[in-house]
């Protein structure tokens, strides 16, 4: 019978070291980011020079832009094009409904460096699309369209159709009807999805390094070529912090529209 | 006169046949992009590699197009079966000490997570939205032998030199946890919280020792949250090149990184596709068992 009153105080103690085990590094990096350390490996005595020195510097600067850049295209395509696709496979019993389903998974199911592979080997010796930024964010699109599908299909199981029969009873054509209807009852899926897809795609690093080709590059890329130098550990760690923080922001992004869409 | 009556009717009788034939393909706006989309940038990509695949190169590092099976038979060798044994090995290992660990995390946040649920369920999602090459070398740093834990315990006197985690196979099973463990503990949550209590009553009223309780309702309702788990993180693992990369070392390769060595450091393309293919393979297996063990539920609970 003793072994069962231990079972309370075994659990909370796997927790807790679960959780530092899931945050210590992270927070680490965070601290070391303030330190004066120059490989930014242990503390001694606050600094900001770091994030002077990553604010000043032209590469990261320009990573950052390509980042954003093809996070931001990734995002507007892949949410319309998602909802499109969750649209049809909610509305429409067609042949091969369940295939494409199923297709839609595929991106995420397959390794990313088979996918990295396959789609540098596509580019460059079967369809010659430049290696860069279409490269780039057509793979994007391709791994960000199934969160898009899954996470509006979600919203469409438990939105009030009637409301759309109703539009279309009382005249309403069909553009009307997703205009007034139908979009605004999916916008809060369409920008969680959104909400998700955009970090997806700004911390991508293998796929993104395969078919960036030598021109672009984009802030995990550039972490990765610092990396290889060895000497810059408080730049890795700045640019992490950035890293880090980012789904903070976009949690509490989501948090408000979900606030707004209650007022 | 009769002539114009036919051609109407005719015509009449086609733009009816064009309506029905639009009425039945309406789904074709909203379906027909994406499936182009899979057709070329997911299907033919894979078709490619596999094409790919049986080629080899020649002299001059240029590919030969008439096939043979030379890639796949070198796969075989001592070199390459030894890198994809420790592959499965490694992803298998990560993929149990995930579940081990993730099943009681996922149990203590349903059962014992009280108005903190929410908060639990997000400290372990929010990890997986960082850029994980952050993520793995903020690892890195903590266990590299000047970092913070072998300061501590240097410190502390518990060791007298520092412990060598980095570049062994213990710091790659170290990243891979690391790295994948919130895909386990998420479907697992997801399965534990969709629970019926009045089963779990039920037991209880009919005598069974929460052990007992534990084997016989609990987990056999949770089987689809585990494999999908499995899926979500076996599946990675079996195709990851950071993390041996970063903390592994060369001794610790895995088939990742024969497939990044071959299509970027050595430029043999065939070689690197036929490496690609055998993982695919090796996916589809893994995914087909769990899907065959844990049901259309493992699949379902991915998303």
């Known amino acids: 019978m003793r072994s069962w009153k231990i079972t309370p105080k075994v659990l909370p103690t796997l927790v807790t070291l679960f959780y530092t085990f899931l945050w210590a590094p992270a927070i680490v990096l965070i601290v070391l980011s303030f330190s004066n350390n120059k490989y930014g490996i242990k503390w001694e005595g606050f600094t900001l020079r770091w994030y002077a020195h990553i604010y000043n510097n032209v590469g990261v600067r320009n990573a950052l832009t390509s980042s954003l850049f093809i996070a931001s295209v990734t995002v507007v395509v892949a949410t319309i094009a998602g909802t499109l696709a969750a649209y049809g496979l ?14 839609i998974l595929l991106p995420i199911t397959i390794p990313y460096i088979v996918t990295a592979g396959a789609l540098l080997v596509f580019y460059t010796q079967v369809i010659h699309i430049p290696l860069g930024y279409p490269g780039i964010i057509i793979a994007h699109i391709s791994f960000s369209v199934p969160l898009a599908v899954f996470v ?47 970090p997806w795609s700004f911390n991508d690093f293998t796929i993104t390094y395969f078919v960036a080709g030598l021109g672009t590059t984009t802030l995990p890329i550039y972490v990765f070529s610092q990396l290889q130098y060895g000497t810059s550990g408080p730049v890795i760690n700045t640019i992490g912090t950035i890293f880090i923080t980012l789904p903070f922001i976009t949690l509490l992004l989501m948090n408000f529209l979900q606030k707004k869409e209650v007022t | 006169m009769q002539t114009f009556k036919v051609m109407g009717r005719a015509t009449e009788n086609l733009r009816e046949k064009a309506k029905k034939f639009l009425t039945k393909q309406a789904h074709l706006p909203y379906v027909g992009p994406i499936s182009l989309w899979i057709i070329v940038f997911v299907f033919a990509p894979l078709g490619v590699i596999l094409y790919f695949s049986l080629l080899t190169i020649g002299p001059y590092g240029q590919i030969i197009h008439t096939f043979t099976l030379e890639n796949y038979l070198a796969l075989v060798k001592v070199g390459f079966a030894k890198v994809f044994l420790r592959t499965i090995l490694f992803a298998f290992g990560a993929n149990m000490v995930c579940l081990l660990i993730g099943y009681p995390i996922a149990y ?70 690391y790295t994948w463990i919130p895909f386990m503990v998420l479907p697992i949550y997801a399965a534990l919280e969709g629970l019926d209590p009045s ?38 693992s079996l195709g990851e090149w950071l993390v041996p990369l970063l903390l592994g070392g060369a001794k610790n390769m895995m088939a990742g990184n024969l497939v990044s060595i071959y299509f970027i450091k050595a430029g043999n393309i065939p070689a690197g596709c036929s490496i690609a293919t055998a993982l695919t393979a090796l996916v589809i297996l893994i995914i087909y068992l769990c899907m065959k063990l844990g049901g259309e539920e493992a699949l379902e609970r991915i998303v």
């Open chain 1, 90 to 103: 909610y509305k429409y019993k067609f042949r091969g409904r369940k295939f494409l389903r199923t297709s």
């Open chain 1, 152 to 198: 509006v299909l979600g919203r469409m199981a438990r939105i009030d159709w009637t409301l759309e029969e109703a539009s279309t009873d009382l005249g309403g054509d069909r553009l009307t009807t997703w205009r007034k209807i139908t979009l605004p009852l999916l916008l809060p899926a369409i920008l969680a999805s959104a909400a998700l897809i955009f």
């Open chain 2, 108 to 177: 203590f946040i349903v059962r014992h997570g009280g108005r903190w649920k929410t908060l639990l369920v997000f400290l372990v999602i929010l990890p997986s939205w960082t850029c994980y090459l952050i993520r793995l070398f903020a690892l890195k740093t903590l266990t590299d032998s000047s970092g913070l834990i072998n300061s501590a315990l240097l410190s502390l006197g518990l060791i007298s030199s520092p412990l060598g985690i980095l570049y062994t196979p213990y710091a790659v099973m170290l990243g891979l946890i």
């Open chain 2, 199 to 236: 089963l779990l009553e039920a037991a209880v009223d009919l005598g069974a020792t929460p052990l007992r309780r534990f084997f016989t309702v609990t987990l056999p309702l949770t089987k689809g949250g585990i494999f999908a788990g499995t899926i979500l993180v076996f599946i990675p």
